[in-house]
């Protein structure tokens, strides 16, 4: 379980958080595995703009919180 990804404001759009999100849906999709998140705006993210980045990667909310990316074939 991953708690939590973070990078700090004085990185960010280095494309960083992308690379970080491409690894993790990779290995998901390589073992057929799904992803839940909750988006945070406790550590100083814009939260529309987190969710909309979680998005891009194919995580959709399942309730009100959550979030989930299901694993992708790689065809």
Known sequence: MLH??????????????????????????RYDVKIYLTPSDLLGSDLKRLIGFYE????????????CREPMSKV
Not at 11 to 25: A, M
Not at 58 to 66: K, L
Request: glycine fraction near 8%.
């Open 56 to 67: 891009r990667f194919g995580f959709r909310f399942i309730d009100t919180m959550d979030m």
């Open 4 to 29: 939590k990804i973070e990078v700090s404001s004085e990185i960010r759009e280095s494309g960083l958080g992308t690379k970080v999100i491409d690894i993790i849906c990779d290995f998901a999709d």
